[in-house]
């Protein structure tokens, strides 16, 4: 067989040995966030849900979610039985434990909630005083101001519809939350003539893909953020960010 040929058949042979890498599948672990991740009718749904399953499909990857407590997350990522994190903020502080994909998928607006029966304003940290405010175990606020202030009180609820329990009986006087994710939620929860939000807002974040640190991975995430990057480019990204634009008209 001449060299030409034999050289062709060798570079066939290796595209087709790199081609099992892309049709693996990648194990992320996720807590329930609606409206950016959730499960409905027992399926994963949600805004950063589609667009991964979106991104990862155009890379010949399948998706395998389990939806878990948050600090089960970071622990199974940590334990290696997960091969990362889907919608996690972006700490220097986890760059040792996890490698983010650069480009994020979505942007979150962290407001505070209070229950119409007893309203509290929020123009500035003074306006919290003695106050208590649920938040989430594990969660980040990103606003160092708040998060570190002396001077209200923080009291952790097990889950997001927890706190907004808690919320509307009183026994917090605020919770703090993505906007789109507490009116989604107290919505599905019938709790909107109930709740509202101020809208002067504490703080803005993004929410990011996370793997674990491993070679393979580190290829991966790479081609994750390009692939993101040009999704966003595309009108399918725009109508996806528009059927979400409205949480509350998302639940059944």
């Avoid at 049709?23 to 499960?39: F, G, N, Q």
């Avoid at 999704?231 to 979400?244: D, I, N, S, V, W």
Wanted: aromatic share 10%; glycine share 4%.
């Amino acid at each position: 067989m001449p060299l030409f040929q034999r050289q062709i058949i060798a570079t066939l042979l290796l595209c087709c040995c790199a081609l099992p890498a892309r049709s693996e599948t990648l194990r992320l672990v996720t807590d329930a966030w609606a409206p950016y991740v959730y499960k409905e009718n027992g399926q994963a749904a949600g805004l950063d849900y589609e667009i991964t399953r979106e991104v990862l499909q155009r890379l010949g990857i399948k998706l395998d979610l389990r939806f878990l407590p948050w600090k089960r997350c970071l622990l199974e990522l940590e334990l290696g039985h997960a091969d990362g994190i889907l919608d996690i903020f972006h700490l220097p502080e986890r760059e040792a434990n996890m490698l983010f994909v650069e480009e994020p998928l979505s942007e979150v607006e962290l407001v505070l909630f209070y229950a119409r029966s007893r309203p509290y304003s929020y123009n500035r940290l003074e306006d919290l005083r003695d106050l208590v405010i649920g938040i989430s175990p594990g969660y980040w606020y990103n606003d160092e101001t708040f998060r570190n202030s002396p001077l209200f009180s923080r009291e952790e609820a097990p889950t997001h519809e927890a706190n907004l329990g808690k919320l509307i009986r009183h026994r917090v006087d605020l919770v703090i939350n993505d906007r789109r994710a507490g009116l989604y939620l107290s919505t599905r929860l019938g709790l909107q003539p109930q709740v509202d939000y101020n809208r002067k807002a504490i703080g803005h974040d993004r929410l990011y893909l996370a793997l674990r640190h491993d070679p393979e991975l580190a290829r991966l995430a790479k081609d994750l953020a390009d692939e993101l990057r040009r999704f966003k480019r595309e009108p399918a990204y725009a109508q996806l960010q528009e059927r979400y634009a409205n949480p509350e008209r998302l639940t059944p």
